[in-house]
């Protein structure tokens, strides 16, 4: 969530950089400007008013004779400001509730190094990994390869589930297995980051943190709500589905103050996501690259502000290093800021090379949040002992998606024959298998 008070300040400014990212919702800006003003003057009015009440309550205190009619008259201006002030109370309580709804549909301000630019077109090429794979034969797409092998079955998936499901057997369950392992031991064991296994079930307020809601309301999963459980259980927000571990690792730290000396803190985790695509349909609906449940490694840090930007570069380092480890051919794009998510101020997206579509595809969004999410989940540090808090910054990123990453080796490595060639680096976890082959 952007800071009120620098939109209230610098609204100019603030609308020129929405502008930048392809959001003109004149009348969300407008209405957030007149909730700003009259924040200010209702204020400014119910701060008069309690110095009024505070001068009237010294003026009865000093008075000698309790039964004048000075007193009883002063008595009924003190009952005539504390109405005053209790409506004011409830006007500025609205207006902030008001406020608050509204600048939650406010965009991130995209980063000044961020490129120009209304839509993926203009989407800068940072570099370029490896050589794309050359083929004797024309490359199959991963859904035949992997129904070919016996290890991916769209139809039994569907029987069950519905569309834009899959059942992974045998190898492929296995193969799925080894990515999860294989990226949770590299990011731990070289790239330092603590491991968390979080609920796959979070409630509203961490949806809210993360930018998720109200946004993105249509693509999630929420859970249908029992009354009698929800009053025995004490729950007084709705649950959902996590549409991606970033939702549960990053409110890790939600409502608290950390240390400046703790910063950099650096999570990763794995789990299963969930996402309904609302906004997706007849995009990417053959596969594994669009579906409703998926697996996923997340990295996420939380950093002070000075180190950010070298924190989002290692970050993403990071998450190259899965693809390099499994000789991947990909790409790192930076996103203008037409392209940017609603909660982003950065982004470099990690697109891995498909023969089958002869396109590269995203595998990974490395984001840095700026103190955007931290204003929402009231995440902050102090630099010192007496030092005022500050909000953290927050950066994440997939390291990375699974099943991503498993299309991308099924295309990459298919061989004439049918088979697939393992990626060395997942060797180890499947028992030294070098080929999945019927």
Not at 76 to 89: F, I, P, S, W
Not at 105 to 118: E, W
Not at 274 to 297: C, L, N, P, W
Request: charged share 30%; proline share 4%.
């Amino acid at each position: 969530m952007l800071d009120r008070r620098y939109v209230s300040e610098h609204l100019d400014e603030v609308r020129e950089q929405l502008h930048r990212r392809g959001f003109d919702d004149a009348e969300v800006l407008s209405r957030a400007a007149e909730l700003i003003d009259a924040r200010k003057k209702a204020i400014s009015e119910q701060q008069a008013t309690q110095e009024k009440r505070n001068a009237t309550s010294a003026a009865m205190g000093q008075m000698a004779d309790k039964k004048s009619e000075a007193f009883a008259k002063l008595r009924e201006e003190m009952r005539a400001v504390k109405e005053t002030l209790k409506g004011l109370d409830e006007r500025v309580r609205t207006i902030e509730e008001e406020l608050d709804d509204v600048m939650l549909h406010l965009p991130n301000l995209p980063a000044d190094s961020t490129p120009d630019g209304l839509n993926e077109e203009s989407n800068v090429v940072v570099r370029t990994w490896g050589e794309a794979p050359s083929f004797s034969f024309e490359p199959k797409d991963h859904v035949e390869v992997g129904t070919s092998l016996g290890i991916l079955d769209f139809e039994r998936a569907t029987k069950i589930s519905g569309s834009r499901c899959v059942v992974l057997r045998g190898l492929g369950a296995r193969l799925e297995r080894a990515l999860m392992q294989f990226m949770l031991d590299l990011h731990v064991d070289q790239h330092g980051y603590e491991e968390l296994w979080p609920p796959a079930i979070v409630n509203d307020a961490s949806l809210r943190g993360t930018s998720q809601l109200p946004k993105f309301a249509k693509d999630v999963f929420r859970l249908a709500k029992d009354e009698e459980w929800a009053e025995e259980h004490q729950h007084k927000h709705d649950l959902y589905l996590v549409p991606t571990a970033e939702v549960p690792v990053s409110n890790f730290h939600a409502d608290e103050i950390l240390s400046a000396d703790q910063l950099p803190i650096a999570y990763c985790a794995y789990t299963p996501c969930f996402r309904s695509e609302a906004g997706s349909y007849g995009r990417d609906t053959r596969g594994m690259i669009r579906q409703h449940q998926f697996d996923k490694v997340e990295l996420v840090r939380f950093v002070t502000p000075d180190q950010a930007q070298a924190q989002h570069q290692a970050l993403t380092e990071h998450a190259e290093k899965v693809l390099q480890l499994l000789g991947l051919h990909y790409r790192v794009v930076e996103l203008c800021a037409g392209d940017l998510g609603f909660a982003a101020r950065k982004c470099f997206d990690l697109e891995v090379w498909l023969p089958a579509q002869k396109a590269y595809r995203e595998i990974s969004s490395c984001s840095w949040f700026g103190d955007f999410q931290a204003r929402r989940m009231r995440c902050r540090f102090r630099a010192g002992p007496k030092e005022k808090p500050q909000l953290v910054h927050t950066i994440n990123g997939s390291g990375l998606a699974i099943g991503r990453t498993l299309v991308a080796i099924l295309e990459q490595n298919q061989q004439a024959d049918g088979s697939v060639v393992v990626p060395e680096a997942l060797r180890p976890y499947l028992g030294g298998k070098e080929r999945i082959q019927r």
